[in-house]
């Protein structure tokens, strides 16, 4: 097995390499990660400046590459023809903080592995809902051992499998289906030294949705979530309501 | 009716202009939108640096209100408390080029317009497919149609209207679903001066799919296409394949 490592926390990330470290144990990996941390920023692709991709070694020695681009830059550069042949899998992580919800539109660690798929390579996205400071193993080593069950299993690019691990006291894992997150953002109004006023969006940590069943109560509740995500936007439902509203006048 | 605009190439866009004249003739409108254009970055939300909105004059003298944000941070900044009120639509356009199919992802028109869905306001987002220097009257016109619409029929915040118009010779107005774009991307390896290699995602502009009844053959026939667009990415039919994994092993 062949699988490319990536994620948007950057090539320095702790979470990267206890994923690289622990899939090393199944397949042989090559890692390409952004340069720096893209958290919060899901840009897509950049498509109007010019990618460098260079090697480096990671903090136990072993050989990367990292890139200038977004995580889904190094996602496609890396398949379209920097790596010598397809990988079977592209793993993505392990992300610091969850990515549940809502928050997988946002994700970068998410849309990099959306862009395995989309080129036709399964994909997994890993995330530790914990801190910087955390234990990776466990959720490493689910990691890998999902990756095992995805080949073999034939996992398609329909989905991306998004993987969100407790930090602590792990009861099991769990399929689940996406939960709202309820914000409670505020604007924060606040003047400079020249009296200028300036604008924070702030607010507490969203609320997660404890209904059974969806990722954010698995992972409340201790277990590993596994959603199956997809990215076909069309709400089927609404379709008929659509057409009874006469477009054409 | 009152309706906040915005969009994402920024508040010197003549879609932008063209969109807000329409929709004036059939309701009060707000324009909060970016300082820049924030095509192909479609970055959700600024969480770490603070905004800045100052009062501006759009090209025909009408007061708008310019955002230091993404398009995502105007509509929050807006909705959270900036605007006296609560607008009844949020409409983000008129794009500059179609937002189709896989496309609207990425997009940070139709990103604008989710974020008012997601505190409560309905939302259409309106693209051209076309250039700068397309008409924009046609899509402006029927966006304020659809802006009426909307109202009367009680758009809820489930769906997000993701409009496309061709840039010349209109038929009429279909309801659509989202097609698959297929890209032909490609690496292109260059060197610079020094001799170190450089990446470019290239390749030809993505072919739209034409089957029947997708916004992409819509668009490309002649036809403005609407399609209710949601945001939940959970995958229903992977449910049940992911369970018999045995994830628990």
New interface residues.
């Given amino acids: 097995m062949y699988i490319l490592v990536t994620n948007d926390d950057g090539i320095q990330s702790p979470g990267l390499l206890a994923l690289r470290q622990a899939l090393d144990a199944i397949a042989e990996t090559v890692v390409v990660a952004p340069e720096r941390n893209w958290s919060?920023?899901?840009?897509?692709?950049?498509?109007?400046d010019?990618?460098?991709?260079d090697p480096v070694a990671m903090a136990d020695g072993c050989a990367a590459f990292v890139c200038t681009g977004t995580p889904g830059?190094c996602v496609?550069?890396a398949l379209?023809?920097?790596l010598p042949r397809q990988p079977d899998l592209v793993v993505s992580g392990i992300n610091i903080g969850p990515n549940l919800g809502?928050d997988?539109?946002?994700s970068g660690t998410v849309a990099a592995a959306?862009e395995g798929t989309?080129m036709g390579v399964p994909a997994i996205a890993v995330s530790l809902d914990g801190r910087r400071d955390a234990d990776f193993g466990p959720a490493a080593a689910f990691a890998a051992?999902?990756a095992v069950?995805a080949v073999e299993?034939r996992l398609t690019c329909?989905?991306v499998?998004n993987v969100n691990v407790p930090a602590t006291a792990i009861r099991?894992?769990?399929?689940t289906?996406?939960g709202r997150r309820v914000?409670r953002?505020?604007?924060v109004v606040?003047h400079d030294p020249r009296g200028?006023p300036?604008?924070?969006?702030g607010g507490a940590e969203p609320e997660g949705d404890l209904t059974e069943g969806t990722d954010t109560a698995a992972v409340a509740n201790g277990y590993?979530s596994?959603?199956?995500?997809?990215?076909?936007?069309?709400?089927?439902r609404?379709?008929d309501?659509?057409?009874s509203?006469r477009?054409?006048?």
């Avoid at 300036?198 to 969006?201: F, H, V």
Wanted: aromatic share 14%; no cysteine; proline share 3%.
């Fill in positions: 919060a920023a899901s840009a897509a692709r950049t498509l109007h010019p990618l460098r991709i830059d496609a550069l379209l023809g920097f809502n997988v539109s946002y959306r989309m051992r999902l069950m299993q329909e989905v499998l099991g894992a769990v399929v289906t996406l914000y953002d505020e604007l606040r200028r300036y604008y924070w969006l590993i596994v959603t199956p995500v997809h990215f076909d936007l069309t709400n089927q609404w379709l309501t659509l057409r509203w477009l054409d006048g």
